[in-house]
Structure formats: C-alpha cells, structure tokens
C-alpha cells in the first residue's frame, strides 16, 4: 500500500551477512513488481523488477521472491557491504496504472 | 537529457509564498509522476500524467498543490500559500510507455518553508 506519513521500520545486519527485506502489497492483481534503493540525499533507485508470472528473479547479489498467494515480496541481498545500507522501497503495479510504493524499509550494515 | 532533472535542488520560502518546482523527464518518456516525501518517511503519490489522458491527481493533499505538463514533456508542480508542512522532498519520476518499466527518478527539490 502507499506510505504516508508513516516512519520506516529498520533492520540492521552485520556486513557480509544476507540481509533479508520484506514488503506486503495491496492489489492482488498487480502484474509487476520493483525494489527501489534510495540512500541519503538522493532519489530512489531501480534494482530489480519482477513479473508476477514468475516467484524468483535474481540480479547481481539480489534476489526478489514473490509470493502471489499471501501478497508478499522479498528482497533478499547477500554478503552485505557498508554501501548498501540505505532505504528499500517495494512497489506494485497493475496494468499502465500508476506504480503506489510500499513503506520502505531503512537497512543499516553494521561494520 | 541522461536522466531526469529537477529545479532547483534547493528551495527555501516564507510561508503563504507560491512556489514551482520543475520536472524535466526523460526524453520519450510518455509517464511522468510527482511524489512527496517527508524526512525518514516514504514516498507520498502526488499525481500521475500518462501520455494525453487526464492526470490522476487523487494524490494531491489540497488545492493548493496543482500540477501540469506542457506538451507532454516538461512538468511543473505548483504549491500556493505554502504551509510549514509542506516541507519535504519532491520527487519526479518518468516512465516508457508500457508496463514493465521501470521508473526513473530525478534527485529531488528539498522545500524549506520558513
């Protein structure tokens, strides 16, 4: 769902350990799925997108899982380095309507 | 352009003063959104334009925030009577057109009302 006016929840992970960031959406028929990272002073960035025809998607040290049955997505970032600590946002989209964000969600690496 | 850009960066106002930030998109761009995001929170939907439709503009707070985008390019978001909590970031965004495509965001103007 949007986020306004809501403080982010936070989870700290010490660096080279997996870190593992939820995200509930609202539309259960949202087609496509992104995670955003936005660290301080910037806007937010693409990481990784997903289709909803698909539970798994992998990057570049990320994975996004989706869970269509319980409306969940998941970031998951593994061996974590200083530079990712920053906010990640979830966001859904059904058809060309507009993309609503999730919460987000601050991740600190604890060095 | 590379990316999109925004202007200012940096806007400082008296309160009751009208301000405009401005949105410059990616070029071919055809989506273009405006968000708010307060220190620590998340992101606010403001309003949406999409190719030649009619904006969906459910995100805007009041009347006094109001937005338009001139020949389907350039954007423009105006706040009138500024308020103290109209202090945040705002954030543009633009899209291709289609679904599975991702957002573009510009760095933001930080609105300091005084």
């Known amino acids: 769902g949007e986020s306004v006016g809501l403080h982010l929840p936070t989870l700290s992970v010490q660096e080279g350990d997996n870190s593992i960031i939820n995200c509930a959406y609202s539309n259960s028929a949202s087609d496509y799925f992104i995670w955003y990272k936005q660290e301080s002073g910037k806007g937010p960035q693409f990481i990784i997108d997903?289709?909803?025809?698909?539970d798994k998607r992998q990057g570049q040290r990320v994975t996004v899982l989706l869970n269509k049955t319980v409306k969940h997505l998941s970031l998951q970032i593994a061996a974590t380095q200083p530079g990712d600590s920053a906010v990640y946002f979830c966001a859904e989209r059904f058809g060309n309507e507009k993309l609503t964000f999730g919460t987000g969600t601050r991740l600190t690496i604890i060095p | 352009g590379a990316g999109v850009s925004q202007s200012p960066s940096n806007k400082v106002t008296e309160k009751g003063k009208d301000v405009e930030l401005r949105c410059d998109p990616i070029?071919?761009?055809?989506?273009l959104y405006w968000y708010r995001q307060s220190l620590g929170q998340g992101l606010e939907f403001l309003i949406y334009?999409?190719?030649?439709?009619?904006?969906?503009k459910s995100g805007l707070p009041s009347d006094r925030f109001s937005a338009e985008r001139t020949g389907g390019s350039v954007s423009t978001l105006t706040i009138q009577r500024t308020q103290q909590e109209d202090s945040a970031v705002y954030l543009c965004?633009?899209?291709?057109?289609?679904?599975?495509?991702?957002?573009?965001f510009g760095p933001g103007t930080r609105l300091t009302v005084l």
């Open positions: 070029s071919g761009h055809t989506a």
């Open positions: 997903i289709r909803s025809n698909m």
């Open positions: 965004a633009s899209t291709r057109s289609g679904v599975y495509n991702e957002q573009f």
């Open positions: 334009f999409q190719g030649n439709s009619a904006p969906d």
